[in-house]
C-alpha cells in the first residue's frame, strides 16, 4: 500500500500538468464583401482595387494589393489595436481607363477591448464598430452588418459595401 | 390393553409438542444471536482529521503556480465524512519569453463537501473513498504586457490590467484513498473532476490560473496527495 502510494504521488504531478489551447488563428480582422443595390453579390468584374493606410509615422502602407477578376466578391482588411478611428484609402483601376486611379476612402469609428487568453497566447484586440462611412465616389454606401470583430472566422461579414452602379 | 393404546398415544404428542416447542426455542434463540452479532458498537462520532496537500506546494516549488490546501474532515461512523477544505492559491508568472504576459494573483478558496467509505469492511485503518465538493474563490488579477506594438499602424499600444476581479463557483467529484502508516498519521491520494458552473472573468475576457481551480477552462483534472493526522 505505502509503495502504491508513492507511485500515485508521481503520478499526482503528471495529472496536475496543464496543455496549451491557444487559438490557431488569432488574426483580428474586418471582412467586406460587395453588394449591388438590390442585394445580390457584386464583384470587381475587369477592375482592380487596392487599399493603403496611414501609418503613426506618417508613411502609408498598402493593406490590400490587387483585388480584381469575377471571383473578387470580398476582402478583409486589418483593424488598428488602439485608435478609436481607422482611415482606408481605396483605389480603383478600371480596365477600360488604365491610366487613371479612382479613389474613395471608408472610415471605421470603433471602441477596442484588450482580450485576453493565456498567458502562453498572444495579446489580441477585440472590436465592436460603432460607425462607418465613406466618400461616396465609387462606393455608394457601406453599412455595418456585425458590429463585433474578434478572431472568430465563421461570424457574418463586418460590412457590406454597395459599388455606385453608375460607376 | 385400551388403556395402554392411550397412554401411548398422550406420551407420542407430549413428545411431538416438547419437540416442536424445542424446536421454535431454539430457533427464536439463533435469530436473537444473529441480531446481537450484526449489532455495530462502532459509535458514530469517530473524531477529526487535518490534512494537508502535498502536489499544490510542489507545484508551486516546481512552477509558477499552486496551491497551499489544508482541510478539517469529520469521520462518522468510518463512512461518512463530511469535510472543510480550505486554501490559498497562487500564480507568479513573470514574463513569458514568447507572449511577454506577467500573471499575477493570491487568493483564498473554499470547499465543502462529502466522502463516503466505499469499502466492505469500513471500520479499517485504509479508507477507498468517493465524494463531491462545491468550491468557490474570489480573486483579483494583475495581467500586465508591455507595450504592445501595433503590427500595422506601428502605434504602440497599453495592454494590461491591475486588480481585475473575478470569481469562480465550480463542482468536484472526487475518488482516492488513505491508509495508515503508524498511530495516527494516514497518507492518501485523491483524484478530483472539477466542472466550473458559473464565473466572472473580468474585462479581458478570460483568466489563466484560478485559485483552487487551476487553469481557468470548463473543467479541469487534478490530484492531490495528502497527509493525514487523526485529531
Known amino acids: 500500500m505505502r509503495k502504491i502510494i508513492g507511485i500515485l504521488f508521481a503520478v499526482s504531478l503528471v495529472v496536475a500538468c496543464s496543455s496549451i489551447d491557444c487559438p490557431v488563428n488569432h488574426s483580428v480582422y474586418t471582412r467586406y464583401m460587395l453588394y449591388q443595390p438590390d442585394g445580390t453579390p457584386d464583384t470587381l468584374v475587369q477592375d482592380t482595387m487596392w487599399v493603403l493606410t496611414m501609418r503613426s509615422d506618417g ?109 | 390393553m385400551t388403556k395402554i393404546r392411550q397412554s401411548i398415544s398422550a406420551f407420542t404428542s407430549i413428545l411431538i409438542f416438547s419437540l416442536l416447542l424445542l424446536g421454535s426455542t431454539t430457533t427464536a434463540h439463533a435469530q436473537l444471536k444473529m441480531f446481537r452479532m450484526e449489532k455495530d458498537s462502532i459509535p458514530l462520532f469517530r473524531g477529526f482529521q487535518v490534512s494537508f496537500d502535498l502536489v499544490g506546494p510542489a507545484m508551486l516549488m516546481l512552477g509558477d503556480h499552486g496551491e497551499y490546501e489544508g482541510a478539517l474532515r469529520l469521520n462518522l461512523h468510518d463512512q461518512w465524512f463530511p ?90 467529484i472526487v475518488f482516492g484513498i488513505d491508509a495508515k502508516i503508524f498511530g495516527p498519521l494516514h497518507l492518501g491520494w485523491n483524484v478530483r473532476y472539477k466542472r466550473r458552473i458559473a464565473h466572472k472573468d473580468g474585462e479581458l475576457g478570460n483568466t489563466w490560473y484560478v485559485p483552487g481551480f487551476g487553469i481557468n477552462d470548463k473543467d479541469n483534472l487534478a490530484a492531490n496527495f495528502n497527509v493525514i493526522i487523526d485529531i
Open chain 1, 59 to 167: 508613411k502609408d502602407t498598402l493593406v490590400l494589393n490587387s483585388l480584381c477578376g469575377s471571383n473578387a466578391t470580398g476582402f478583409s482588411l486589418p483593424i488598428s489595436y488602439t485608435q478609436p478611428e481607422d482611415k482606408f484609402i481605396v483605389l480603383v483601376r478600371r480596365l477600360q481607363d488604365p491610366e487613371y486611379l479612382y479613389y474613395d476612402s471608408i472610415i471605421v469609428k470603433k471602441e477596442n477591448f484588450p482580450h485576453f487568453e493565456s498567458v502562453d497566447c498572444q495579446a489580441s484586440f477585440f472590436h465592436r464598430i460603432t460607425n462607418v462611412r465613406c466618400m461616396g465616389n465609387f462606393i455608394d454606401s457601406i453599412v455595418i452588418n456585425n458590429p463585433d470583430v474578434n478572431y472568430d472566422k465563421d461570424s457574418p461579414e463586418h460590412f457590406r459595401l454597395y459599388l455606385n452602379p453608375d460607376f
Open chain 2, 83 to 172: 469535510i472543510f477544505e480550505l486554501g490559498l492559491g497562487r500564480a507568479n508568472h513573470e514574463k513569458d519569453e514568447v507572449t511577454k504576459f506577467t500573471y499575477k494573483t493570491t487568493a483564498p478558496y473554499f470547499r465543502i463537501g462529502m466522502d463516503w467509505n466505499i469499502m466492505k469492511n469500513k471500520h479499517q485503518d485504509n479508507h477507498l473513498y468517493a465524494g463531491f465538493r462545491y468550491a468557490f474563490t474570489s480573486y483579483k488579477v494583475d495581467i500586465i504586457r508591455d507595450e504592445l506594438p501595433d503590427p500595422v499602424w506601428i502605434s504602440p499600444s497599453q495592454f494590461g490590467v491591475k486588480d481585475m476581479a473575478c470569481s469562480m463557483h465550480w463542482l468536484e
